[in-house]
């Protein structure tokens, strides 16, 4: 893409209490803009060298804050840096960065990403980015208009290393287990989890235990480790996670950020939540078929984790289901996701007027949109003038034109009304197709329906089959598939969406749905 994009101030932390995952997958996110063409910088006041130099590694300049997290002296020195890096977004990610994080951030004219994980009573950001499988609007009671919200594993965000094709796992033996704690580990269960392996007697086991850049294995700990276990491994800070989980047949894990990493690999795990965040998602793996559970309190003996590490090992057909299931929630795209969509410029939509006319006839008889709609002929001039003017004219149609950087016109958005509902037709303007507008054209213009004086209570799309970008541009800004119909003679998909999940002002409701990759093309009439 050849527009700047900007810089993007990241604010995370990494120490042996938090660990390491808020850095590492913000690490992610920071790489994914820098391939879009950005600059990226991170803020920290506590990060351990080898995390430190992973940043570097990626371009990424480290910048040191001698202040308390999440103190007024934290606060005024991001700022500080924000302006003088010209930064268009800040991303938080820890627990330590309140609303007022947020609002001195925005005061400053800095939009504000917040990477969450449990769920905020109060959201002043304007977006949330919770890659959970638990993540539901619901976990945002209180939400702050215009908030945009990336919810679900979709989101979750994988460094480089992890975009290299999956590897297929041996079948019916678990020779190689890997042991992994993320990026620390509090609770000091590695030299447990590794007893459990030598109490679980498996001959030939070969076993790897990676310690995280939070905490370095130090020579008492390598050599208690190696001797619980006698054919065993010690990598300190491994550089390519990603290498250290093709080598694995299984795995016991922490359930922190490590888990999307151990999913998107297809390695069998047996996960153990370290925090009480971390829980939730375990559990919820557990019910899918993804992954196994144990608490902390088993891995802390290793007489009661040794059976279900036995149960891992020796059912092939157990550790086949798992590798199947993880691939499939997590795909290793969600960084790029939340990059291209923080790269867009913001849109601004307003009410179409008479002077809109050229514009609309153009972009509606654009091939690309003739071919979408269900009526492709060709529309003639004086037909297009007078549907304009009655829609002009009708209080119960909405006809919106959005406007990119500049008052630039880059496409427009109508809400007809139908029994209570409305039927959205949207088309991007040909010139910048390919930016990726589409959603946000989308969610734009659901926002504005949703602060009309009597929105309705949903919004439905009807498209093509062979309309896949525009089917993705709907199913980004978070409309489901909910039927299938005629349109005019061609089959029609129907795709819906609860205003009610609408952030605007005056009202509650959830801020604009996730993301903005691709661009749409529709022109129904």
């Not at 040794?306 to 199947?324: G, I, Y």
Request: proline share 7%.
């Amino acid at each position: 893409m050849s527009d700047p994009r900007g810089t993007v101030l990241f604010r995370a932390d990494a120490n042996p209490t938090i660990g390491a995952g808020h850095a590492l997958r913000s690490l992610a996110l920071a790489q994914a803009w820098r391939n879009l063409g950005g600059d990226a910088a991170l803020a920290t006041a506590e990060l351990p060298q080898p995390i430190a130099e992973r940043w570097v590694a990626d371009g990424v300049s480290v910048e040191r804050l001698e202040a308390t997290p999440g103190s007024a002296d934290d606060r005024a020195a991001t700022v500080a840096l924000a302006a003088a890096r010209g930064a268009s977004w800040a991303v938080l990610d820890g627990y330590r960065f309140g609303n007022g994080f947020t609002t001195t951030l925005q005061r400053a004219g800095v939009r504000v990403l917040r990477i969450d994980d449990i769920g905020r009573s109060a959201v002043a950001d304007d977006a949330i980015l919770n890659p959970n499988l638990h993540a539901d609007l619901a976990l945002y009671p209180r939400r702050r208009a215009g908030t945009r919200f990336f919810l679900g594993t979709r989101y979750a965000l994988l460094r480089r290393e992890f975009a290299r094709p999956v590897v297929a796992r041996r079948a019916q033996h678990a020779e190689r287990l890997l042991v992994t704690f993320g990026g620390s580990d509090p609770m000091g269960l590695t030299l447990p989890a590794v007893r459990a392996v030598a109490a679980a007697a498996r001959p030939g086991l070969s076993l790897r235990v990676v310690v995280g850049g939070a905490t370095r294995a130090d020579e008492a700990l390598r050599r208690q480790i190696e001797e619980a276990h006698g054919n065993c491994e010690v990598v300190d800070s491994a550089p390519d996670m990603a290498v250290q989980m093709d080598w694995a047949d299984a795995s016991i894990s922490a359930a922190g950020a490590t888990t999307w990493e151990l999913l998107n690999r297809g390695v069998p795990s047996l996960l153990i939540p370290v925090a009480d965040n971390q829980r939730p998602t375990a559990v919820e793996l557990q019910r899918r078929g993804a992954a196994l559970i144990a608490m902390p309190e088993d891995a802390l003996e290793p007489e009661r984790l040794a059976p279900a590490l036995v149960a891992l090992l020796e059912d092939a057909e157990l550790r086949r289901r798992l590798a199947a299931g993880g691939p499939a929630l997590v795909d290793g795209g969600g960084a790029a996701r939340v990059a291209r969509a923080l790269a867009p410029a913001p849109l601004v939509v307003r009410r179409a007027a008479e002077r809109d006319a050229r514009p609309l006839w153009r972009w509606a008889n654009d091939t690309e949109s003739r071919r979408a709609s269900f009526e492709p002929e060709p529309i003639p001039w004086r037909t297009h003038l007078r549907w304009l003017e009655a829609r002009l004219a009708d209080p119960r149609c909405t006809l919106l034109v959005a406007e990119g950087e500049g008052a630039e016109p880059v496409g427009t958005v109508r809400f007809e009304p139908a029994d209570g509902r409305a039927v959205i037709s949207v088309n991007v303007a040909p010139e910048v197709r390919g930016r990726g507008l589409g959603p946000a054209l989308i969610c734009a213009g659901l926002a504005a329906l949703a602060d009309t004086p009597q929105p309705p209570e949903a919004v439905d799309a009807y498209i093509r089959p062979d309309n896949p970008r525009s089917l993705a541009a709907f199913a980004q800004a978070g409309f489901e598939l909910t039927g299938e119909t005629v349109k005019k003679g061609p089959r029609a998909l129907k795709l819906s969406f609860p205003l009610t999940a609408v952030s605007t002002p005056g009202r509650s409701g959830s801020g604009d749905r996730p993301d903005r990759d691709r661009e749409a093309a529709l022109g129904k009439r």
